[in-house]
């Protein structure tokens, strides 16, 4: 019928409500951060009786050193004048916006690590100074989930830099659908963790246990084979991507040097030793960096893959580590830091506990990432 | 002589045999999306019983799709709508403002300048969940504090992309602003530019590459994230995105398979579609940004 007319208006009313979609973005970012302003002024305003007035500059009568200063940095004609006005509006939006939305919530974020927020008592939530913290040494869940994330990363980033290192291996040779083979692996990479969740808890769910095999029962049914579940879905969908940075490096090797190598004499295995590794070592940093750090914060996958789950008996040693014997209690198999933190602010509300975890999570994260950039760094060094 | 035929005929074997591992790969690494297409035309039952054959009725994925468009819980149509209009005004506010800012800071050179930069980069370190909790509540307070909403609004989302996006923005625009000769610009400021004209008439076209860069990055990113719409919008909030709208339809109809596949494979087509125009730009996107 009208099709493409319909297809017009619907373009044009997105196109118009992005439009003012900016603008109120805009607009209430400056409300956000001169409304409080106000009230600030106001408050003190009313605390030394100074009437609602006592905020407006009257440059024509009080020339106060405020006022000189503000005329002569910021209101002049003069070049240094242009240039502060220049610095802080460019600035205003993107710093604003991230003083805002990240280093507020951090700040504030410490000090509800503190408290027994629920979310039912915000506002007049007890300040509990370091307890939070030692409930979360002590508990074996968070332990458990410790444990879990650094055996899944450990995993992880072993799996996908093989197989992405092999992938580019393979399609940075002179084969004749190669550009096909690196945009079809590259290809997962492009769907959301979520929505592929679900397409794999369908594989191994539905799928893959009429195959038989190692897949029936389905790997999502076990705590222990979930982890190894979850480590096939993310190489699926990330080695693509970490093989694009391999490929990059590999290109990036002088040909000559390889040509030199074969004429020498060396066989493919000696050339991938001596000239290959050495020269792909900074790839490798920077492969291993991201495989770590999206390993740790893995969250949209688990979401939708087990939600965490199955249900899973604690390892005896590890409840020996918290003193725990006899019958272990009952952990869930994918319930990693990220979830874990989630689960905990959000199924069993306590919120400032969640907080305590959030920020216990982000040292580890924080230390990790930097041990493992200085060792590659001088590994770098030393090949 | 003979010696370097064979080594030439066992290389050319060689190849052949790598061709053959590499097509057989690349069909392991379909498989996910074949399943979600055929069992997509698959109607309930048939889901269950058949998953791994092909569907007997390809009129059941017509049936499937027209499912999806009308359930009120996938809103499939104010979902991608939503999708589209977040991650665009986001993309264009991060982009335009990042390299504004990248730009004064390349080009003042105060102790400010290089603290704030410090600033934004320590921004990068810092991972989403710890800052999720506090972000909620920053949203109620200023929703106390000012009077407008910033839950489930696209302003509120926007913003929060906004902050989140800025460090990583800035700092590839500041590397890239560093490698521009100031000459131009001086030059252009003698002929009678602005600052501000400086910036949007000659320094914004120079950033192109950059641009496109981060647009495919931090698209890739605001498209198929879950976490932060999750909090700031809610599963069944009105301005839900597209992974919020598959969740909640997967959470309300949990076995049924064909309907959920249907979902995923509408939520990924866009993409999908978009990957095979824009390729190159999208691999060198992702890749040289994660790079530097």
Redesign the interface.
Known sequence: MHFACLLES?AT??FK??GL??L???L??I??II??FF?VAKFFANRFNLGNNAFIFDFEKKRGIVATFLIKHWFSDSESA??NR??VW??F???G??????????I??MY?SMTNWTGLN?GRELFLWFDNYRTIITDVRFGYSFYRTVLYSVLNIVVINVVAFS?AL??T??????N????????????????LG???Q??FN??LV??GGIFTPSLLINGESALIGLIIVVT?QYA??IM??YI?AIQNIPQDLVEASTIDGANAIQRLKAITLPLVAQ?FT?AMF?TLVTS??Q??TV??LTQGGPATQLPTWLGGVYGLSGDMPIVQGTNLV?MN??QE?FSRNN?GL??AK??V??AI??VV?LVQVYFNKKREVEL | MEKVGKKNKSSFKM?YL??I???G??LV?????V??II?SAKSGTE??LA??SMPTDWGAFVRNVREILTRPNIDYFQSF?NS??IT??SL???GV??A??A???VR?KTKY?FA?FM??LA?M???????????V??F?D?KN??G?P?RDT???V???Y???G??L??FLFHGFIKSIPIDIEEAAIIDGC???QV?FKIVLPVLKPIFVTLLVLNG?WI?????LPVLVIGLGGATKTL?LA??NL?GFYDKE?GL??TS?LM??AP??IL?LFA?KH??KG???G??K
């Open positions: 619907g009313m997105i409500k992005i979609t900016l109120y973005t805009f209430s970012l409300a956000i409304l409080p009230s242009q240039n220049v610095f460019f600035l939006p993107s710093l916006s991230f003083i805002l939305f990240v280093f507020v919530p951090f504030s974020g509800l915000t992938l393979l399609v040779q002179n084969l004749k659908l190669k096909v083979y690196r945009a079809g692996f590259f290809m997962p990479n492009l769907i959301g963790g979520l929505v679900y397409i794999w369908f594989i539905r799928a009429q195959v699926w693509g991507y694009m940075i990059a790839a920077v991201l740790f914060k969250f949209d979401a939708s990220a933190i989630y602010a919120l969640g907080q959030a920020i999570f982000f994260l924080l990432s | 190849i790598l061709e591992l590499a097509v790969l690349l690494f379909f498989f996910p999306f399943m979600v069992n889901v269950v998953p791994l709508s589209i209009i665009f005004s264009l506010t991060i403002f990042s504004m800012s730009w004064v800071l003042t300048s704030i600033f934004f921004g370190v810092i991972p989403f969940q710890v800052v999720m909790l506090p972000l509540r920053l109620q200023l504090l000012t407008i910033f696209f302003h509120g926007i913003l929060a906004m902050g989140f800025a460090p923005s800035v602005t600052k501000p910036f890739m498209w198929n994230d879950y976490l992974p598959v969740a997967a398979w959920i596949l995923v939520a990924a993409v999908l990957f390729q999208i691999i992702m890749t040289s994660a790079v």
